[in-house]
């Protein structure tokens, strides 16, 4: 009887750090005793895994067994320790040589039979025991998340007995994953199914170029929310490093999107009646919000003026830091959150302000808009009004062109911004910007004109700068003109609106 030291991975935030599983059986009255910071998921492993090893016609040692779940300040829960616990059992025992496991770190839930159950987090701690050379035993169920990240460096296995001969030298262990090979995704969703709309369409490709957050207002039912599903498409796939990212965050909360979509980048559209925690992350445990489900991707918010104000300017430093970080009593946990955002809105209570359409009290309408708070509208670079059709656009209206078509120019676009600062457009710094959106000297007091007109704020000013950029490398065009900046400020609409609506309660 002696000890066993076993290599295990924990989950914090989207990090997986190390922790070391120390098992010893020595003399005095038999127990089982758990140590190192371990919350009930985990002290709830001892029964886990006495029924485990003696389903699997192992012995359980009749004896003191003490494991301690180093670093012991660092929080463990979950199941996950559960195969390293036991495997160390078998060893600080005798039942298994210690050969090959100095080179191996272990993961996974057993169940009574001695079974094994997948977790969440894998693809963390797959990258972490890689970049420290050792290979990952991780449950069948989690392969094709492992897959992801190094397909000859893990292994799987689904039960205790296939690990314990993998161990021993009697079995050899693969990586049993199902996961298609990549293939060119199909495009489900086509700009061509939205009749008309072209200048909301031309302004989703101008945001799909650089990254930059868009706002749609107009009366229900002109396409808003069919622009805003388009837009995902029309962005350039994923990078491995970014889609693995994103893979870690999903498996956080279990939910790995596997095949040949795993590169596609996420769109997520939480209800408006979403908590703050469902949107930013949180919990006692800390998982991942929307806000990180959606990192790399797209985040769409329907009806914004439905959100909770408080819930809308949580979203405020997330925006600009690319990242959220919950503090808790235990430690705090960081999430990236480096998301475009996309959001809709109707004007008014009864979605329409302009002649001919249903009237409402400018100051009903100015109270409705008012939910949504200045500096969360700040944070968008383009709001676009959607209006309703013409008469006659539903039979004889022009669908324009197809998403391939726009994305061609897309990405020729973002390819030019990659080359020029390694970043889309919407990412540039305050000294990027005096560097690649430089403008001649006439321009310049055109735009503060305008800036001063509108009332707008520096970050406006840089993020029309910001848009101009985008707008002249759709173009090809190396510096910025007079056109770029007039297009980028006719994409101010809700500013417009807002300047209108006072105007005409002042009167």
Request: proline content about 5%; aromatic content about 4%; glycine content about 8%.
């Amino acid at each position: 009887m002696g000890l066993a030291i076993i290599h295990s991975r924990a989950s914090v935030g989207i990090d997986a750090p190390q922790v070391t599983v120390e098992v010893h059986i020595g003399p005095g009255m038999p127990g089982f005793h758990l140590v190192g910071l371990a919350e009930t998921s985990v002290k709830e492993s001892k029964d886990r895994v006495r029924s485990a090893i003696l389903n699997s016609k192992f012995l359980f040692p009749s004896r003191k067994i003490t494991v301690n779940l180093a670093p012991a300040d660092l929080p463990k829960d979950g199941g996950r320790f559960d195969l390293p616990i036991a495997i160390g059992i078998l060893i600080a025992s005798e039942q298994l040589p210690t050969d090959r496991i100095n080179d191996t770190e272990l993961l996974g839930e057993l169940a009574l039979s001695g079974e094994l159950r997948a977790v969440n987090g894998v693809i963390a701690a797959a990258m972490a025991s890689n970049k420290h050379q050792r290979v990952l035993i991780s449950p069948e169920g989690n392969a094709n998340e492992v897959a992801l990240v190094d397909k000859e460096r893990n292994l799987s296995a689904n039960s205790l007995i296939q690990v314990a001969a993998f161990l021993a030298g009697q079995l050899t262990l693969e990586l049993k994953n199902d996961k298609e090979e990549a293939s060119p995704l199909s495009l489900e969703r086509d700009l061509q199914d939205i009749i008309g709309q072209h200048q909301g369409k031309r302004a989703l490709e101008i945001a799909a170029a650089g990254g930059h957050n868009i706002l749609f207002l107009g009366p229900p039912g002109t396409g808003k929310t069919m622009l805003a599903t388009r837009l995902v498409d029309l962005l350039p796939e994923m990078q491995t490093e970014e889609a693995l990212q994103v893979a870690a965050l999903s498996s956080l909360v279990g939910k790995v999107s596997i095949g040949c979509s795993w590169r596609q980048r996420p769109f997520r559209s939480p209800h408006h009646s979403s908590s703050m925690v469902a949107l930013v992350g949180g919990g006692s445990t800390p998982k991942p919000g929307e806000i990180s489900l959606a990192h790399n991707g797209v985040l769409f918010l329907d009806e914004v003026p439905e959100f909770e104000r408080r819930v809308l300017d949580a979203l405020r430093e997330p925006l600009e830091a690319g990242e959220i970080v919950i503090s808790r009593a235990a430690g705090k946990s960081t999430f990236p959150a480096n998301f475009q955002l996309v959001a809709a809105l109707n004007p008014s209570p009864s979605g329409h302000y302009r002649e001919g359409q249903v009237r409402i009290n400018p100051q009903a309408i100015l109270r409705y808009l008012n939910k949504v708070s200045g500096p969360f509208l700040d944070r968008f670079d383009m709001s676009l009004e959607i209006p309703l059709l013409p008469r006659g656009a539903l039979h004889n209206g022009s669908r324009g062109e197809s998403t391939q078509e726009v994305k061609s120019r897309v990405l020729k676009a973002r390819d030019l911004m990659l080359i020029r600062s390694n970043k889309p457009n919407a990412q540039l710094q305050s000294r990027e910007i005096q560097e690649v959106c430089s403008l001649e000297s006439a321009d310049e007091g055109f735009l503060e004109n305008a800036i001063l007109s509108l009332g707008l704020s520096i970050r406006a000013y840089h993020r029309i700068l910001r848009v101009s950029r985008t707008i002249a490398d759709l173009e090809g065009c190396e510096a910025i003109q007079r056109h770029h900046l007039a297009e980028a400020l006719g994409y101010r609409s809700m500013d417009k609106l807002l300047i209108e609506l006072n105007q005409q309660i002042s009167c």
